[in-house]
């Protein structure tokens, strides 16, 4: 059974850096996608950023592009994403998620099948 752990969150002035870190455990092949999506207050869900575990293929919302950047580490699984020029409007937990995949053409939170606990990440203006 795959789960996953995220870490790394905090309080950041706008214009700052986080780097969260998901650790996964029960990964039984290369045929997953990995992201991590945010859900700010009375919104809904929304995809940030996955990337395929074999092919290391990487999607990013429009919201985010050249802002954040994903990463992963085969060796250790880990996932990483690196969010640079943080702003307000990014404040939300922030949620590691895996599902399985033969490829990646886009994020979908409907077909994650593992969630983690979420780390909240607040931008302060």
């Known amino acids: 059974q795959v789960q996953v752990l995220e870490s790394g969150g905090g309080l950041v002035q706008a214009g700052g850096s986080l780097r969260l870190s998901c650790t996964a455990s029960?990964?039984?092949?290369?045929?997953?996608?990995m992201g991590w999506f945010r859900q700010a207050p009375g919104k809904e869900r929304e995809e940030v950023s996955c990337?395929?575990?074999?092919?290391?293929?990487?999607v990013y919302a429009n919201s985010v592009k050249g802002q954040f950047t994903i990463a992963r580490d085969n060796a250790k699984n880990t996932l990483h994403l690196q969010m640079n020029s943080l702003k307000p409007e990014d404040t939300a937990m922030y949620y590691c998620?895996?599902?399985?995949?033969?490829?990646?053409?886009?994020?979908?939170?409907?077909?994650?099948?593992?969630w983690g606990q979420g780390t909240q990440v607040t931008v302060s203006s």
């Open positions: 998620a895996a599902y399985r995949s033969a490829g990646l053409v886009y994020c979908s939170v409907s077909r994650v099948d593992v």
């Open positions: 029960g990964l039984t092949s290369d045929g997953y996608v």
């Open positions: 990337i395929h575990w074999s092919s290391n293929n990487t």
